[in-house]
């Protein structure tokens, strides 16, 4: 399962994607609409996508995960429209054999898409928005 | 020579539309051509021809569709 849709994602079933009885070490990331950002109210999130260059990215990072860690199965959905505080804008579930591949592979996963993914991100304020931009490198905040 | 091109987010806005046809003459550049139609842009972007990223002194060519991506949200 692999998508950018515009409407709820279904955890549940994101997971369900990467089953398989070879696999002991099951992750799933959640990025989750958060209420502030620089000491402002967040309201909501409003994502715009590139659909196909999105669909294109989204594959190429899970060809990579492949690639990298044999025995990897994974998921990626990525949501657009608007994402109310608390739910999730983006799912990655990664499967593998074991679970240091599992980790390794679910954190290269979402930092690639933060990186790469063709996607733009408005925060809805109480008085106004703005475009905000994923950080290129260095620590979170 | 005929482009498409495609406007996301903050430029979206700025250019009043998600997509248009402009017609270049033969050797422009893409930077040339994001200069033309965002004439004051500080946005860092990214330059890409057929959702490919290119260096900003590619050429288009005829029936290329192009996208200057600003900044990347997603996750």
Redesign the interface.
């Known amino acids: 399962m692999i998508a950018l849709i515009d409407r709820a994602i279904d955890v549940a079933a994101v997971r369900r994607a990467v089953d398989d009885p070879g696999c002991g070490a099951v992750l799933v990331f959640e990025g989750v609409a958060r209420d502030h950002c620089d000491g402002r109210r967040v309201l909501s999130l409003s994502y715009e996508g590139w659909p196909a260059m999105a669909e294109a990215t989204l594959h190429a990072i899970a060809d990579e995960v492949r690639g990298q860690w044999p025995g990897a199965r994974i998921a990626l959905v990525h949501r657009t429209g608007e994402v109310a505080v608390g739910e999730p804008s983006v799912v990655i579930a990664v499967a593998t054999p074991h679970r240091a591949a599992c980790y390794e592979a679910s954190r290269y996963a979402i930092e690639a898409l933060k990186a790469r993914l063709p996607v733009w991100k408005q925060e809805i304020y109480e008085d106004g928005s703005a475009w905000k931009a994923n950080a290129p490198t260095g620590p979170e905040r | 020579m005929r482009v498409t091109l495609?406007w996301?987010?903050?430029l979206?806005e700025r250019r009043g539309v998600a997509s248009e046809v402009m017609y270049v003459p033969e050797g422009t550049t893409l930077a040339a051509l994001y200069a033309r139609c965002i004439p004051d842009d500080r946005i860092p972007v990214a330059h890409?021809r057929n959702?490919r990223v290119c260096a900003p002194d590619e050429r288009v060519a005829d029936g290329d569709e192009v996208?200057f991506?600003?900044?990347?949200?997603?996750?």
């Not at chain 2, 991506?69 to 996750?75: D, N, Y």
């Open positions: 495609l996301f987010a903050a979206r890409v959702q996208a991506l600003p900044p990347l949200g997603g996750g």
